[in-house]
């Protein structure tokens, strides 16, 4: 989807672009292809054509297991307890924001950060599982994360200490929720810290750090702006 949205944002300013797109985009297809033929005997066989017999039949409905939006499975996605807006409510601030890059007139941006977003929403919303099995948040929404940070920068510069104070919470929740996930029996999941044989704390504690550096390096830019006026 994020590729189909930005091949037409890319034609849109003339064909001689559209090149250069494609172009960047034949290692990561050059790359599935390869993965799928080690894996699989066929760079055409994807992964999903051998998924577990427990979720075959509902991963056999709709289009690999996406349907029609479910309202409640909407809600879950955005309130539960692992909802995106209870876990990262900055992310409500960069939706606002996008609607501040279109008034300034960045409209094609702002309706393809947009549009990237809301499609993965619905298809979030639409997917049997929308959560996505054991996973702390909606783990398919995650790549339009990036195209919803585009509008925090926005937010930051119209409401700065607001949009930080958000930014902190949602460091805060997603640090705990991380040091405290577990499987529903206790078990800690395996991750690239315990295959690199590092304790999960110190995982925890490095990714913490660079969130609350990045954190501190925009809370130096906004006060410095304003003690600037002042």
């Known amino acids: ?120 929403l619905l298809v979030t919303a639409g997917y049997y599982d929308p959560i996505g099995g054991l996973s702390p948040g909606p783990r398919f929404f995650i790549p339009a994360i990036p195209f919803l940070a585009v509008g925090i920068s926005c937010a930051l510069r119209r409401w700065p200490f607001f949009t930080l104070g958000l930014t902190a919470i949602s460091i805060g929740l997603m640090c705990y929720r991380a040091g405290t996930w577990s499987r529903p029996r206790g078990e800690s999941f395996v991750t690239v810290w315990s295959l690199l044989g590092t304790p999960r704390l110190v995982g925890i504690v490095a990714v913490s750090a660079l969130a609350l550096a990045a954190l501190i390096l925009s809370g130096r830019s906004v006060f410095a702006r304003y003690g600037a006026r002042a």
Do not use: H
């Open 1 to 120: 989807m994020i590729a189909a949205v930005l091949l037409v944002y890319t034609a849109a300013k003339g064909m001689r672009a559209v090149v250069p797109f494609l172009a960047g985009a034949l290692p990561s297809v050059l790359a599935l292809a390869l993965y799928n033929t080690a894996a699989f005997d066929s760079p055409f066989r994807l992964s999903y054509r051998y998924v577990s017999r427990r979720f075959a039949e509902d991963q056999s409905k709709g289009l690999f297991g996406i349907g029609v939006p479910d309202p409640e499975a909407l809600a879950r996605v955005l309130f539960s307890a692992d909802g995106l807006l209870l876990l990262s409510p900055v992310l409500a601030a960069g939706a606002a924001g996008l609607v501040l890059l279109w008034r300034e007139g960045l409209r094609a941006e702002a309706a393809v950060c947009g549009g990237i977003a809301t499609l993965f």
